[in-house]
């Protein structure tokens, strides 16, 4: 029996789909994963794409927690979760990360996503009308909280995936650091071969990594196509 891909167009009347998170849900690795965690979830897309690829392998024991503080975006996940092939493995819930966290889950995940707010509030540019947005999401849902958090959920061998603008990085290292995590993968993403990156696609790990993987990747490039193409019709 072939497995039956769940395409991201199959959603897309109900999901908001951006390069970004088509990205992530494409380049987490989540191979040997059992327990799966993403945070801040909103339409549930990476979730989706996630249990997709668990699903690939012929195994459906997996479970994929999917957060939002938003209450909305967390019944918007609920509703695509019950129309994928996956309802059983995916869970959506309006939580906050330390809400999550207080729970009770140390040690419980194999795999924690994440595609967190860009904006940095009182220090970014942020573009009219949605400062309001941007200012509480990234008040309440910061990359220190998610280190952090991550630093107690994953299990030893576990992994935080992350994509943020590469302007973003110093950040990203002095969360890293104050939690006691590294680098084991990294991905630098442009949007046309002349250009800068702009994006950078980041896996952590609670223990070091003697010489993390680092890869580069042109949008609409063969290899863009090959990451990404199981997830269009």
Known sequence: MRFRQFS????RCAMKVGTDGILLGAWV??????????IGTGSGLIALMAAQRC???GDRRFHISAIDIDAEAAAQAADNFAASPWAEQ????PLTLDGFVAE??????DVIVSNPPYYITGKS?????????????????????????????LA??????????TAREADLQAAMDKAGMA??????????????PSRLLAEIGRTPCCQPSETSLTIGSEDFRKLTGDYYL
């Not at 191979?31 to 965690?37: D, I, P, S, V």
């Not at 949605?130 to 990359?143: C, F, M």
């Not at 680098?183 to 800068?196: G, H, P």
């Open 55 to 57: 699903a690939a392998r």
């Open 183 to 196: 680098f084991t993968r990294r991905c630098l993403v442009r949007t046309t071969e002349r250009k800068a």
């Open 29 to 38: 690795s989540c191979e040997g994963a059992g327990r799966l965690l993403d």
């Open 90 to 93: 995916l869970s959506a819930l």
């Open 125 to 153: 540019i942020i573009p009219s009308g949605a400062q309001r947005t941007a200012a509480r999401r990234d008040s309440e849902l910061t990359l220190d909280d998610i280190l952090q958090a991550a630093a107690l959920l």
């Open 156 to 165: 030893p061998q576990g992994r935080l995936s992350l994509i943020l603008p």
């Open 104 to 109: 009770g889950h140390d040690g419980e995940f």
């Open 8 to 11: 991201v167009d199959d959603a």
